[in-house]
């Protein structure tokens, strides 16, 4: 698919987020290839570390705002969920390279991330309460736990963009780096952990989450409860027409 290039060497398969016109904006088929693709990397022995990126642009804006407006009344699992899911069952290392704009989704997977390196330019946000939404993917408890609670409630409730240093001194992101330099070094980082023995990285990794898993997957579940509501208020529908028909 060419909007989700992956790509395998060396025991790392890159994901790599290819949607420009749309910022790599994220649709419902964008997010069950990524689901599939790491979901077949937990079997596969052959992969050892995963990278996931966007463009030397764009990490991502988000999930597709189209896709908000038109999902109505679905009941269905959604591949979204199944993405997260993925993410968060996942036995290997995920490296992520991050360079502009990692918005909504771009920032909450960045919290479930082994190893986050950022451009000078990064710009992070959760803008869910200005969508007229609340925040997904057990961020409303990791974001607090990773950056303490008066950041988390300035990121969260104000919305403020976290430019790169100021996510790097929150413990956000591992390392920040000039832009030409941010895929290299992150598919370098990926190198790194596929060497180390697997066994050892895969258990040690297992131990570090292990206090937070099941509590990870009861808090995804109750923000998608709050969430689905908020998505079919007639408030956010309206935010997202206005975002949709904004003349630009
Ligand atoms: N969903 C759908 N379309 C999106 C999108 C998204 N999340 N983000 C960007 N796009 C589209 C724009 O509608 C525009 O489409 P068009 O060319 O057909 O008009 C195109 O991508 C380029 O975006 P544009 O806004 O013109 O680029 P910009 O450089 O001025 O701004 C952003 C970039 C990312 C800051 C801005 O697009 C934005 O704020 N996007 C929405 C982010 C968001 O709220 N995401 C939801 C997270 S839950």
């Known amino acids: 698919m060419k909007y989700i290039q992956a790509e395998y060497a060396n025991g ?31 079997h596969d022995d052959n992969i050892r570390a995963i ?4 463009t030397s642009a764009t990490f991502t804006s988000g999930n597709d705002i189209q896709d908000f407006a038109d999902d109505g009344s679905e009941t269905e699992k ?24 990692a918005i909504g989704i771009g920032a909450t997977v960045l919290l479930h991330c082994d190893y986050v390196v950022v451009s000078e330019d990064a710009r992070i946000r959760f803008p869910f309460i200005d969508l007229g939404l609340c925040p997904e993917f057990a961020s409303t408890m990791l974001l607090p736990l990773t950056v303490g609670r008066a950041k988390a409630n300035e990121w969260m409730l104000i919305g403020a963009t976290v430019l790169a240093d100021e996510a790097l001194r929150a413990g956000m992101v591992n390392q920040v780096l000039p832009n030409d ?17 697997h066994d050892a990285l895969v258990q040690t990794r297992r131990l570090l989450k292990s206090a937070q ?10 923000e998608r409860q709050v969430f689905r509501t908020l998505r079919d208020s007639e408030d956010a529908q309206r935010i997202f027409r206005d975002f949709l028909s904004r003349v630009r």
């Open 12 to 42: 790392i398969l890159v994901l790599k987020l290819n949607r420009p016109e749309k910022k790599n904006a994220l649709t419902q088929n964008m997010y069950l290839r990524l689901a599939l693709a790491l979901e077949d990397a937990n």
């Open 51 to 54: 990278l996931l990126q966007g």
């Open 78 to 101: 959604r591949a979204s969920e199944r993405f997260m899911q993925a993410v968060t069952q996942l036995d290997k290392p995920l490296v992520a390279g991050v360079c502009g704009h």
């Open 181 to 197: 330099q941010v895929l290299d070094d992150a598919r370098r980082v990926a190198c790194v952990l596929a060497k180390k023995p």
């Open 213 to 222: 898993r099941e509590f990870v997957a009861a808090r995804i579940d109750a």
